[in-house]
Nanobody, 116 residues
Framework: QLQLEESGGGLVQPGGSLRLSCAAS????????IGWFRQAPGKEREGVSC????????YYADSVKGRFTISRDNAKNTVYLQMNSLKPDDTAIYYC?????????WGQGTQVTVSS
């Protein structure tokens, strides 16, 4: 069974850092593009970052460019999202996602709260 599981969320002060992990099971993650999305209360889910399967190219939303870094560790079958200089506007539930064929797979999400 294909599964994604996020971890690493928590409460952090503005300007702080967190590293989110997205661990895959049931499939080899490096064959697929992996995306990070987030959903804040009362807002739609939005794309944050993604990393390709082929050449490791990356994409970042303008709101996180220069602060967040996506990476993958194929040996651990895990994708990471390093988040620095966090702002209150980054508060949301963060989800990782992939698509295998016509099927979307989402993790359960991890809460990130940026507050003093």
């Amino acid at each position: 069974q294909l599964q994604l599981e996020e971890s690493g969320g928590g409460l952090v002060q503005p300007g702080g850092s967190l590293r989110l992990s997205c661990a895959a099971s049931g499939f080899t993650l490096d064959y697929y593009a992996i995306g990070w999305f987030r959903q804040a209360p009362g807002k739609e889910r939005e794309g944050v970052s993604c990393i390709s399967s082929s050449d490791g190219s990356t994409y970042y939303a303008d709101s996180v460019k220069g602060r967040f870094t996506i990476s993958r560790d194929n040996a651990k079958n895990t994708v990471y999202l390093q988040m620095n200089s966090l702002k209150p506007d980054d508060t949301a539930i963060y989800y990782c996602h992939t698509a295998v064929g016509a099927t979307d797979y989402w993790g359960q999400g991890t809460q990130v709260t940026v507050s003093s």
